[in-house]
Antibody, heavy 123, light 106 residues
């Protein structure tokens, strides 16, 4: 069974940094794009970033572009999100998600999600 | 930037049909995905590529996409279906979510 588990969340200072990690198991990690999606308290889902199977392509949402960096380690089946220049508005639960696809529609749908990890940015 | 618009709330009586819409410019030209999220839980994919159901999702859930609007339909709605529902599409390399619709079964 596919499994994703996030770690590394917690309290960060405005202007500071945090690093999130997502450990995966139960599937061939190198077959999939991986993504981060976040949800601010009481709000909807917001896509944060994507990374291609071999790490050659990375894409970011406008609100985090230039501040967050997504990476992956295919030997450890791990995907990470380095968050810098943190802002209060980055406070959210961060979900790691696997992106499946079909044919040329890649990435496609988020078919497996981790339980999420809370990040609070506050002084 | 591309936007997807959903009604904030939909109410339905048990056993009736719930319809949740998602509108966007030329949305019919994109694939739409739907997620269910119960309080305190992670989202669950219920529809992919407009009309397809993942394994384990009841056939009470169905989707369509035409003329700028995608629709998630839940027939024979049960109390267990009460949740937030989000549509999602891709604008190039950017994933876009709708604002979400809170489905109340009463």
């Amino acid at each position: 069974e596919e499994h994703l588990v996030e770690s590394g969340g917690g309290l960060g200072q405005p202007g500071g940094s945090l690093r999130l990690s997502c450990a995966t198991s139960g599937f061939n990690f190198t077959d999939y794009w991986m993504s981060w999606v976040r949800q601010a308290p009481g709000k909807g889902l917001e896509w944060v970033a994507n990374i291609k199977q071999d790490g050659s392509e990375k894409y970011y949402g406008d609100s985090v572009e230039g501040r967050f960096t997504i990476s992956r380690d295919n030997t450890k089946k791990l995907v990470s999100l380095q968050m810098s220049s943190l802002r209060v508005e980055d406070t959210a639960v961060y979900f790691c998600a696997r992106a499946d696809c079909s044919g040329t529609s890649c990435p496609g749908w988020f078919d497996t999600w981790g339980p999420g990890i809370p990040v609070t940015v506050s002084s | 930037s591309y936007e997807l618009t959903q009604p904030p709330a939909v109410s339905v009586s048990p056993g009736q049909t719930a319809t949740i819409t998602c509108s966007g410019h030329n949305l019919e030209l994109k694939f739409v995905y739907w997620y269910q999220q119960r309080p305190g839980q992670s989202p669950v994919l219920v529809i992919f590529q407009d009309t397809k159901r993942p394994s384990g999702i009841p056939d009470r859930f169905s989707g369509s996409n035409s003329a700028n609007t995608a629709t998630l339909t839940i027939t024979g709605t049960q109390a267990f279906d009460e949740a937030d529902y989000y549509c999602q599409a891709w604008d190039g390399t950017t994933a876009v979510f709708g604002g979400g619709t809170q489905l109340t079964v009463l």
